[in-house]
Structures are given as structure tokens and as C-alpha cells.
């Protein structure tokens, strides 16, 4: 656990750099993908999916590449972008509670 008095939120800042570094096997597969813009998620085409069925790759290690891309792309957001990723994620939720009370 960390105490950091004034901090609401702790990330990993420039993530990018170091999924270069330690994800480069996919860097390198993503290459042969079909699409430039592949998101590696079910993209057909796709080589680093291909790799993942083949056994090229992990599972563990394509799932720590997506999450660490994730994060990376949540922090790279202005502070705007996240207050209103935030407010519809909480309109979703309601809408959810109300479907559940309705039913």
C-alpha cells in the first residue's frame, strides 16, 4: 500500500516507451498485420491475434500488452476526456439500476 497525501489517482506515466521495449515481440508481429490501425482485439487480418492462436504468444502476455496499452492511452487523455469518459460511465450505470428496478 502507498500513502500519498494530495493524490487521487497513481498510473503509469509514458507507458509507451517501456511496452515498446518489453512487448516488442508483438511491435514487430503487429507489423504484418492487415490493417495500420489494428487494435490487436479482433481485427481480421490481424497477426499478433494469429500469434496469440498459434501459441507464437501467450495469452498472459498478450492480455499484460492490452492493459498496459489501456492505461497508457487513459493517462495520454485531458483532463477534460476523463471527467466525461467518467460522467458516461456513471449514465450508464444508472441507466443499468433503472433497467434492473423496471424488470
Avoid at 515498446?20 to 487494435?39: E, K, N, P, Q, W
Avoid at 502476455?61 to 489501456?70: A, G, I, P, S, W
Avoid at 483532463?79 to 439500476?97: L, N, P, T, W
Wanted: neutral net charge; hydrophobic residues 30%; aromatic residues 8%.
Amino acid at each position: 500500500m502507498i500513502d500519498n497525501p494530495g493524490m487521487r489517482e497513481f498510473g503509469i506515466v509514458d507507458a509507451e516507451d517501456g511496452l515498446a521495449g518489453s512487448h516488442a515481440d508483438i511491435g514487430t508481429l503487429a507489423a504484418g498485420c492487415r490493417y495500420r490501425d489494428c487494435s490487436h482485439t479482433g481485427e481480421p487480418g490481424c497477426a499478433v491475434l494469429a500469434a496469440l492462436d498459434s501459441g507464437a504468444i501467450s495469452r498472459a502476455h498478450y492480455e499484460n500488452y492490452l492493459k498496459l496499452r489501456d492505461e497508457s492511452a487513459f493517462y495520454r487523455m485531458s483532463h477534460a476526456e476523463r471527467r466525461q469518459k467518467d460522467r458516461d460511465f456513471g449514465k450508464y450505470i444508472k441507466s443499468v439500476k433503472k433497467d434492473l428496478r423496471d424488470n
